[in-house]
């Protein structure tokens, strides 16, 4: 009798699945979509997108979806349109059954913009992928020097996702020179001294070695008592003074 009880039950419901999958896939053949919804996660950290950029894609391509069956709406190549946009990091696009479409987008953020003795400015975002330089204002770490895009990606990529994911240092790196042999210079918002950091190797451990520097020594003798901080050597921090 039990059996046969669960045999019911999982019939019913099985019958109801299909039944439910009918009516919507019947219901949003019917609905229109009416409303488009755009929503930029991250626009309290940035204005790289707008909504007024992604409806002008929509337009552009023509796949404005309003007016149209939910179901002859290609969410694809919707989504691929969106993502096109070069401050886009990812999206998502779906429909819900009251006609409304949503589009959920992340931006790439830039961390460092970088500006070399020759060629053109660009930016740079936390996987060191290269965003071509554009109108938009940023507030970011400025890389100056002897650097090109691929010195840039292979040596930068470190520091830029540090920089992303740690305030202290993004509130305190004002720019990074490239010296002619290869060597990283750091040039804080505190302070009149320059931060020797060597060749790029061992970044996380030497600005770790650094921010302890400035939490028990600078915070004591204060941010001008040196001109130049090398972190060049492996477990020292030597300090020249200024004059």
Known sequence: MKVFLKLFLLLALAVYLVFAFVRFCKSKADVQCDKVTIVISDADKADFVSEQDIRQILKDTKLEPQGKNLSDINLVKIKKAVDS?????????????????????????????????????????????????????????????????????????????????????????????ITRDGKLELSPRLGNHVVALGYPQDIPQKLARLKTFYQKVINQVGWQKYSRISLEYENQVVCTKSE
């Open 85 to 177: 946009h070069q401050f886009v990091h990812s999206s998502i696009c779906y429909t819900r059954p009251n006609g409304e479409l949503i589009i959920e987008l992340s931006q790439r953020l830039p961390v460092l913009r970088v500006m070399p003795d020759k060629g053109e400015q660009y930016y740079i975002d936390a996987n060191a992928n290269r965003i071509q330089h554009a109108s938009y204002p940023a507030d970011v770490i400025v890389v100056t020097g002897n650097v090109n895009y691929d010195k840039a990606k292979k040596y930068l990529a470190t520091l830029a996702g540090i920089v992303q994911q740690d305030e202290f240092w993004n509130d305190m790196i004002e720019q990074v020179n």
